[in-house]
Structure formats: C-alpha cells, structure tokens
C-alpha cells in the first residue's frame, strides 16, 4: 500500500459494537428492500442531473437515511446557491446522503468507487469526481478540476480524512481538497457528523472501517435499533479566513472551545471499558447555536 494512502486505526472486530435483537430480522429484511427501492428509483433519475430541483434531492436523502430506520437530526444552514467546498468526518456510507442532504452537491470519492457494481454507476451519473488516491502526481489535476467546478458555482462535497473512523475519534483533515477552495475564491463549509443511540451514546454500529463489506455494514444499520444520525453544520469559513491550505484544514477539523471542553471532561470520567487505544473521546453535539457566517481562529500547526 502506498504510504501517500491515509489510513484509520479503526476496524470492525476492535471499534464497532452492533445493537439489535434476533427478533429484528423481518423489520431489517423490510428496510433494506426500501432502501434498495430508493437507490433505484434514484438510478432512474439520475440522468435527469441539475434539472431535478435541489429540494427534492434533500428529501431523497433523508429519505434513505429513515429508510435505513435512522433518525435524523440536521442543526444549522449551508449557503443554498453559490461555489461550496462542504467537508466533513467520515464514518459510514451514511455520511454520503446525510452531506447531500445539507445541500446538493457533486461528491469527491476514491477512484475504486467507480467499479462498484450500481453505486459506481450511479455515482458516475450524479457527477462525481473521482480522485486516484494511489497516483500523487494525479492529485494538481484533481484540485484544479475540483476548483473550476466550484468556480462555476458549485457545490462539492468531500471526505478530507481520506478513510472512514469508526466515530469514536476523527482524523486530520488532508490539506489537498482546500487548496481547491482557496484557488477558486470560495467559503468552506465544515459539518460533523455523529452517530447515537436514542439515549444519547456513542453508537459505532453505523461505522464502515477496515475491511468490513457493505453488506455486513448495512445489515447492522438496518437491524439495529434506535440509532441517531447527527449533522452539525458549522459557522462558515470565508474566503480570506485563513492564509493557507493548511491553516483552512486545521479550521475546518477542529472543535468548537465549548466541545473541546467537555471532550476533556468524559475523558476524564469515561468507563474503561468504553475505550479504544489510540481513539481520544469525541465532542457532542452543540444545540440551539444558531447559524452564522464568521471568522474563524486559524492555526498553522501541522
């Protein structure tokens, strides 16, 4: 493997903890058929491209989330028209209509997605742009197509960790994908995604790491029980926020003050037996904060 490759510490067996009874097959049976039929109905249409109406891509996207039995709670506004970087976490194959779901935009995925048998079709057709992870000398083509994209107004939507966490902790956000905004003169738009149980803990049921298969990641999603999908959508980055790509990335990872906090403090008090090596404690989720556009604290540490 290429050391140009990120990587995660996370894997199914060590991180991810699955919940539902026996007794939940037929209603897991019926989601997954739901969820299937949507996908399809969205491969209908997909060649229909931008002449769909933005709002009804969003509800689409919900609407594979609740199929999957995945409540969702979405806080805070993305800017609806205009060039976008959205960049977020990455844990599951969730995260992908969760982010289309803030707003509508053209995804940045792996190369290898393509060959995926009907998603990679699909993702072809919704215009996806595809970066060749394993090719470095590849990656100034990649962010100057990223950057006319989001000149022309676009919206892309990318992964800057490069791998999926199991959600327990995050990883850094690579610097390429900003350069890209940056380039094109555009806001970033951070989001943080969390998943939860209906009584507020962490849940990693959600969480596709290592070399778990989709099939085992989507039967644990649909035959779990109470789980909550979190969308944060954080105060804005501008265009001359940060000095740098690197400044913007470390913007756009990093945690509200307020979170850091009580980050620390469940460091302090967490149960053993919830721990993973390597994994600090993530932040919860801030509510009621309402929506805005600032400036936000830059820091040019690597």
Known sequence: MSTWLPSAPCTPRAC????????????????????AALV??????????RRIPADWVGRWCRAVVRASGVRLRITGTAPPTGGLLLVANHISWLDIPL?????PARMLAKAEIRRWPVAG??????????????????LPDTVAHIAEALRQGTAVAAFPE???????????????????????????QPVRIRYRLAGGAAATAPAFVGDD???ASLWRVASARGLVA???????????????????????????????????????????????????????????????????ECSDTA
């Open 213 to 215: 298969s989709l099939l």
């Open 16 to 35: 991810v903890e699955a919940t539902g009874p026996a007794r939940a097959v037929p209603r897991a049976v019926l989601r997954l058929t739901l969820v």
């Open 99 to 103: 982010l289309a779901a803030v707003r």
């Open 40 to 49: 399809l109905t969205g491969a209908v249409l997909s060649p229909l491209g």
């Open 162 to 188: 490069g791998s999926t966490w199991c959600g327990r902790s995050q990883g850094r956000f690579r610097r390429a994908v900003f350069q890209a905004a940056l380039d094109a003169g555009v806001p970033v």
């Open 121 to 138: 079709a699909l993702a072809a057709r919704g215009g996806t742009l595809f970066i060749e992870r394993d090719r470095p000398r590849a």
């Open 230 to 296: 979190e969308v944060e959508i954080r105060p804005t980055l501008p265009p001359g926020t940060c000095p740098d790509r690197r400044a913007l990335a470390r913007a756009a990872e990093q945690d509200h003050p307020a979170e850091r906090n009580r980050a620390d403090e469940r460091g302090r008090t967490a149960t053993p037996g919830h721990a993973i090596p390597g994994h600090a404690p993530a932040g919860t989720a801030r509510r009621g904060t309402p929506p805005q556009i600032r400036r936000t």
